[in-house]
Structure formats: structure tokens, C-alpha cells
């Protein structure tokens, strides 16, 4: 599985942005995609993950302020952030889980800044 994220780049404190990752490969069966984020001198973190079913999970920190959702037919993932804070300021990985498979995208930087 090879994953293309897209979006990044700088936003104002309080606004939003929408990053979308395109997974290409055998994508079919139960899965989970989700995005990961790793701020400069902190350990990648989780930011949200949704399965086949829908069924989503968020980290406490973006709860309410990220949704993620995902289409099937374009395996396509996408992230909606509202309400940015400087700390969202991180290096954003797209991420492909099945089983014990695991795939990464290249990471796409945002920046939250006035």
C-alpha cells in the first residue's frame, strides 16, 4: 500500500484546514486509516484513526475540534481541522493499518501561526 497525503502549509490560530491522503494498493478487507502527527522533539502521536466500519477514535487533545472520515470508493482518508492551536503545529503522517501491516505516507508539515 503507497499513501499521497495532501495539504499543509501555515494557518492562523482559530482556522481550519483539511488534509486528505489517497492510498493506492490493495486496500481491500478491514483496515484503519488515520493520521499521526510528531511536533519537533516529541514522539509521533496519534491523531485520529477510522476503520471499515466507520468507527472513529481521536486523540483527547483534538476531540470536538477534528473530524476524520474517509471514502471507500476514491481510498480516500481526510482530516477536517477547525479551531487551530500553535501546538497542532507538527509534521502530519497519513497512516494504513491491516492486521499487522502498517504503512506510512511521507508526512506533510502544518504550521499554526499568526
Known amino acids: 500500500v503507497q499513501l499521497q497525503a495532501f495539504g499543509g502549509g501555515l494557518v492562523q490560530p482559530g482556522g481550519s484546514l483539511t488534509l486528505s491522503c489517497a492510498a493506492s494498493g490493495n486496500i481491500f478487507g478491514i483496515n484503519a486509516m488515520g493520521w499521526y502527527r510528531q511536533a519537533p522533539g516529541k514522539q509521533r502521536e496519534l491523531v485520529a484513526n477510522?476503520?471499515?466500519?466507520?468507527?472513529?477514535n481521536y486523540a483527547d487533545s483534538v476531540k470536538g475540534r477534528f473530524t476524520i472520515s474517509r471514502d471507500n470508493a476514491k481510498r480516500t482518508v481526510y482530516l477536517q481541522m477547525n479551531s487551530l492551536k500553535p501546538e497542532d503545529t507538527a509534521v502530519y503522517f497519513c497512516?494504513?493499518?491491516?492486521?499487522?501491516?502498517?504503512?506510512w505516507g511521507q508526512g506533510t508539515q502544518f504550521t499554526v501561526s499568526s
Open positions: 477510522i476503520n471499515s466500519f466507520g468507527n472513529t
Open positions: 497512516n494504513y493499518k491491516k492486521g499487522f501491516y502498517d504503512a
